[in-house]
């Protein structure tokens, strides 16, 4: 019998790897690499990839190193930039209206100001990154910004909920875990099931948007707006929601763990 748990215990716990790295695609991976701290390319040739680009013919750098080079203020709109590693680059200024960066690796990138209107980032790696007044504004962003700087960031209509499609690896979602930020803009964002726990975004503006069976566990979100948001089955243990507004006008009562929240 003892035999039998023993394996029992093994095979569980040779799981354990697995079951993390579904979570995150950060598990096991060496970020001291070239390919996550080397640029393939320079600046100047980035540029001219870029003005060769045609409305058929879009600029593409899937899986291109690019990391750590200054590439603020280019326009890189509809780019296909899918797997590209961009860590440390400063993209300050810079335009990637309908580009698509999924899977993309944007770690510690400067995004100040950048505009990503509509664009596609599935599964991005933006932990750290500084997006203080970037415009995600209808943007795909079931992407991680762990630790990112949100201060003033734009995600109007932007869409943070789990594919549900792909759950044998995971539950790919928005996860905004620890980031921060004052005078965020959730005006409209699909963020069913997304991941804030411990997001401090005082005073962000959550209006109309879905926040259905979103963990929200630890998260400041005092002085916040909420009129017409949706928080069916969203997790408020230890959240904080005081000072809140509009909460009058949603369906806070919904909520998981209200009671154990903070208002």
Known sequence: MRSMWTALLVMTLSLVPVLVQAQSVMSGVDMSLPKMTEAQMTRAEVKIRLEAATEGAPADFTRVWLNGLD????????????A??????????????????????????????????????F?????????????????????????????????????????????????????????RGTGVDF???????????FAKLPGANFSDADLSMATL????????????????????T???????????QTNLDAAKNLDRAFR
Do not use: C, H, P, Y
Request: proline share 0%; hydrophobic share 40%.
């Open 71 to 82: 590439l603020s203020g280019l326009d890189f709109s509809d780019a296909i930039l899918r």
């Open 84 to 121: 590209a590693s961009l860590n440390g680059a400063n993209l300050s200024g810079s335009t990637f209206d309908g580009a698509t960066l999924s899977q993309a690796w944007m770690i510690g990138a400067d995004l100040r100001g950048a505009s990503l209107v509509g664009s596609e980032l």
């Open 123 to 179: 599964q991005t790696q933006l932990g750290r990154a500084n997006l203080s007044g970037a415009d995600f504004t209808d943007a795909r962003t079931a992407a991680d910004f762990t630790k990112a700087d949100l201060t003033g960031a734009i995600f109007r209509g932007a869409d943070f909920s789990a594919d549900m499609r792909n759950q044998s690896m995971g539950l790919m979602r928005g996860v905004l875990t620890s980031a």
């Open 187 to 197: 005006t409209g964002a699909q963020m069913s099931r997304a991941d804030l726990e």
């Open 217 to 236: 566990g630890g998260a400041d979100l005092s002085d916040a707006e909420f009129a017409g948001a949706n928080f069916k089955d969203a997790d408020l």
């Open 238 to 248: 230890s959240t904080r929601l005081t000072g809140a507004r509009g909460t009058d």
